[in-house]
């Protein structure tokens, strides 16, 4: 019943995809294509629009941000993993590690608020986090590289022998053992950047 019409995504360029690992850049191509295959699917209820390519004309149908939305929630099941891709859920966690993550949540939570900045644009220093934790030094390079380990944080070098300084990847649901999908974009995001322009 449905056409074999093409499927544009405007918004392509602005999606997020973790795809620092191997996984994750392999499944970032499933996750495009769950969108593109969601917005098919709903080629009726869309307008079916037309471009000329040399010569020859194209049928295509745009996908929404609806689509987008809907192509997150179902690629938590379908592409997710339990916080990371080596197989560790939050439950593996040691309580002092898992407490400074959420302690890092919080924090990230706050700069975003206040600083009117994404996820992907904070950084935060050791120094950081034995301010907001109150962890001596030891405690916190215990932790930490454990969460850099398992990839929950990301370390960005130092320039010029400059300290590292600290990106929080995760960005799931602490509170949810099922599995999840880290570093997709918030479609809100797409919707405010979009009335924005209009």
């Known amino acids: 019943l449905l056409r074999p019409l093409a499927v544009v995504n405007p918004y392509a360029e602005q999606l997020a995809f973790a795809d620092s690992r191997t996984r994750t850049r392999r499944d970032h191509e499933k ?116 969460l850099v380990e398992l990839e929950y944080i990301y370390a960005h070098h130092g320039k010029n022998g400059q300290r590292y300084v600290y990106e929080l990847v995760f960005d799931g649901e602490l509170t949810n053992e099922q599995p999840q999908l880290i570093g997709l974009i918030d479609v809100e995001q797409l919707k405010k950047g979009r009335q924005l322009r209009l």
Do not use: C, M, W
């Open 31 to 146: 996750y495009l294509t769950l969108i593109d295959s969601i917005t098919l699917l709903y080629q009726y209820q869309r307008d079916i629009k037309t471009i000329d390519r040399d010569g020859q004309v194209i049928e295509y149908v745009e996908a929404t941000l609806d689509d987008i939305a809907l192509a997150n929630q179902l690629a938590h099941d379908i592409l997710g993993h339990s916080l990371d891709e080596l197989g560790h859920s939050l439950d593996e966690l040691q309580p002092p590690t898992r407490q400074l993550l959420q302690h890092l949540h919080t924090l990230v939570a706050n700069r975003i608020k206040a600083e009117n900045l994404r996820q992907n644009e904070v950084r935060f220093t050791r120094r950081d986090i034995r301010e907001v934790t109150g962890l001596s030094n030891s405690q916190v390079s215990i932790h930490l590289d454990r």
